[in-house]
């Protein structure tokens, strides 16, 4: 593979998010300028705005897509289809490129139309008509399943579906967005009666999430050679969660006011073309482990289906911040151990004719792998609260306290190339 | 109570559904004329163009209501707050009142805006941003609970909190709308394996809608002496069921592609303001039953917080067309039997701080009451096939068969006063 650079300085550091390869979207607005929100590219520390730059620059398909830059969210963009951002992309590549005939022309084209990311303020990439969350990492599932229900940790449907559930589009906000600990009703093993209250074993979940682009008809499922179409790109997902409310109310028909309080996504979103040179096999079924169903089954999706992408969870507390010290890191996971890739999620959920709109969100559920290190959430990592963490303050936790910011990180690494999701961070108010 | 009637001729019947005293709101296209969809009002055998009105009919609230009118769907008049809905009624009611003083000038200016609700297309009153159904009818709970799960039909849970979960919103369509049979997963208590098919268990279930006006920020829950401020109005919402699918996924996160290939709503928006004359005192707690939290109780909403809304479900089979028979009527329930009411269901949902938005939906859950004849879906009135119903064409039904139609029916009967909230109907293909 070829390395190119960009000219954009900040985009040629060896630990930037977001290179030349990347070029992820995201919706923006700039106080300094205009303040209207739209569709911008990260490159470096930098924002392109693409509505900003003169439309001669771009024709077909890829002026088609500058075109929905000024929207307001990315729906636009997304519902073209995948070969308009795609379109759309490679020609931004171009005329970022420090290696281009007429890198000097496009410089001049461009500079006008870069702003500095801390003068940017982002938002919600795009309107998020519904929003799945799945449970496609079987150390996760197992690891909950046996603090739930110790009898039966693992369901009998887990192999042969993709479980997931539907999960709450109005209160997912944008990294950055302060999230307030919620109230709720609980009980302990112990207790006669359930109390009211603020949760007591509040909880992050590090996840990737998938931005639907184009969608499909009610009643007509999307097969799995085309799911990967679907797909416009990933961004971070914490589904924070109140392990405690979950616990009383998850019966009979799931979890509901133990995660809806709000859902943090990271504001940019890394395109799958971006992803491409970090395809990876799909996770090895076990010996004796059922065959996935034939609509859920393709030969492509298993030898590169997965994506390997490094997923890490970091907290920084209160007393830290002032204290000096800088977040510490919980966990490292891998989101290629997942059972279930991308496009086998996308195809259960429309198999019984159920259908995506662009701008849909799905996530993974909670990343973790094997090893005690790679556990996606407090409830995995501290064993329900039997093995707290000791924080450089001397603070120990078992669920996160008021005042805790975590911040979710992911990147893909591989033959000198680099790309990162930049961060979904988020602190706990009272 | 004064009953003022209109001087539209088919407003007067006794057994119509949109009286002078109803007045729904719903969105409509006519073929003949403007073909752009708009918010109509339902009178008699017509639909009220609001925005062929003239503006100088109107001042102040009902004013911008009005203008309101001229969108595509109703979520621009929901979020102006009830008060606008309300005065936009009133104004209106007057001038289709036939004893009203002016009633030659009125009829001048509001005949030409009446349009034949058989030339009317209706459509999707609302963009529904989220839907949540509940799980209020603790018949049906413990109906389901008992086929489901034997040893403990109805959960510990179950008189503390109003359980729900997040439906789909993509999949939600307008009465009319065919109803593809969904493939999925299933597997028998007698299979080795699951298998992958078209469900052989295909269920209704006779629900209410409540459309949510004016939301709430994310962190405020609302209060419930001002929950029904939040409520627009009411709708019939047919939640379509898998049960052979619902069984094998539903553990542990909930029904997922069991329910969402399709939810069917009736177009006309009943107001709350119409309901009012039909209040009810909440469902009795049986002795011993815990009391509902402070935050769940409300000594108004206690005493007539629930709705004496009568509700049907119909069937008519292709044959019975065929046949020329008319559709039988299934079960005849009472939504004032549910165990919570909407108010408790709307602090419920923001206790923790999850926010509505205008045009949001929450549904009740399957309405069935204690006697066999009032069980509102297929499993519970055949008993999970046990006990077949029987056609007038002497088919047996145990659960849908393609080609069926079912219809919903609901209406509200005190004093002499009467309304009703159109047809829910959806056919079954294959």
Not at 142 to 167: C, E
Not at 302 to 317: K, R
Request: charged share 25%; glycine share 8%; with cysteine.
């Amino acid at each position: 593979m070829t390395l190119q650079r960009s000219w954009v300085a900040s985009a040629q550091a060896a630990n930037t998010d977001f290179p030349l390869h990347n070029l992820p979207f995201g919706v923006f607005r700039d106080w300094e300028g205009d303040d209207a929100p739209r569709v911008g590219v990260a490159i470096g520390d930098r924002v392109l705005d693409v509505s900003a730059l003169k439309a001669s620059l771009f024709d077909g398909v890829a002026k088609r897509a500058a075109d929905a830059c000024a929207e307001s969210t990315l729906n636009a963009l997304m519902s073209l289809g995948s070969e308009y951002a795609t379109a759309l992309r490679a020609r931004l590549i171009e005329l970022l490129d420090a290696s281009h005939a007429d890198i000097e022309t496009n410089k001049k084209a461009v500079q006008p139309a870069l702003i500095a990311m801390k003068d940017a303020e982002m938002l919600l990439p795009a309107q998020i008509g519904d929003y799945t969350d799945f449970y496609a990492s079987i150390h996760h599932a197992t690891n909950v399943g046996l603090m739930f229900r110790p009898d039966t940790p693992l369901l009998p449907n887990y192999k042969h579906i993709p479980v997931g559930y539907h999960g709450r589009a109005s209160s997912i906000v944008v990294s950055g967005t302060a999230i307030k600990r919620p109230q709720g009703q609980s009980k302990s093993d112990d207790a006669e009666a359930p109390s009211f209250g603020p949760t007591k074993m509040l909880d992050y979940e590090l996840e990737m999430g998938a931005f639907i682009g184009g969608g499909n008809s009610l009643g007509e499922p999307i097969a799995i050679k085309d799911a990967r179409t679907h797909l416009f790109g990933l961004c971070l997902v914490n589904d924070w969660s109140a392990r405690d409310i979950q616990r009383w109310e998850y019966q009979p028909l799931g979890p509901f006011l133990a995660k809806n309080f709000g859902t943090t996504i990271s504001p940019w979103v890394v395109t799958m073309d971006a992803l491409e040179p970090f395809r990876a096999r799909a996770f090895a079924r076990a010996q004796g482990d059922p065959a996935p169903f034939p609509h859920l089954y393709d030969e492509t999706d298993q030898t590169s289906g997965a994506l390997d992408v490094i997923v890490e969870a970091w907290l920084e507390s209160a007393k830290m911040r002032d204290d000096g010290f800088e977040a510490v890191r919980l966990s490292r996971g891998n989101m290629k151990n997942l059972y279930w890739t991308l496009a086998q999620m996308v195809v259960h959920h429309t198999s019984n004719g159920c259908n995506f709109k662009p701008g849909d969100l799905i996530a993974t559920g909670t990343i973790s792998g094997e090893e005690k290190e790679s556990r996606g959430c407090l409830i995995e990592r501290t064993w329900r609260g039997a093995e707290p963490l000791t924080l450089p303050t001397d603070e120990t936790r078992t669920f996160l306290q008021d005042g805790d910011t975590v911040i979710l990180k992911a990147y893909c690494e591989r033959d000198g190339l680099r790309i990162g999701f930049g961060e979904c961070r988020g602190t706990v108010s009272a």
